[in-house]
């Protein structure tokens, strides 16, 4: 269904409890869409890859500052997760 922003805004508690995915449109072009959550039945990404690329985002990280142990220190990180991160590190 498609709904300008004003109706969209004026039958918000209407369409909340609905379960229909609503187009939001401002002057006929489509600014957002709203999904109510029981509609969804799966997540909107692949968590899988989302670890992966965030696992070898934080290596690459550490392979790139020499002084990256005494920064997550400062940031409060506890000496047995830094001493996990090493070990990661010596078993790629």
């Known amino acids: 269904?498609?709904?300008?922003?004003?109706?969209f805004r004026e039958r918000l508690g209407e369409v909340?409890?609905?379960d229909q995915v609503?187009?939001?449109?401002h002057h006929g072009k489509r600014v957002g869409r709203y999904m109510p959550e029981r509609l969804r039945t799966a997540p909107d990404i692949d968590?899988?890859?989302w670890l992966k690329q965030r696992i070898d985002?934080?290596?690459?990280?550490?392979?790139?500052t020499?002084?990256?142990?005494?920064?997550?220190t400062s940031f409060g990180?506890?000496?047995?997760e830094i001493a996990e991160m090493e070990a990661d590190d010596r078993c790629s």
């Open 66 to 72: 020499p002084d990256w142990r005494e920064r997550l």
């Open 77 to 80: 990180i506890p000496p047995e």
């Open 47 to 49: 968590l899988d890859a």
């Open 1 to 7: 269904m498609k709904m300008g922003i004003k109706e």
């Open 57 to 64: 985002a934080a290596r690459r990280w550490r392979a790139t």
């Open 16 to 18: 909340a409890v609905g």
């Open 22 to 25: 609503i187009e939001v449109t």
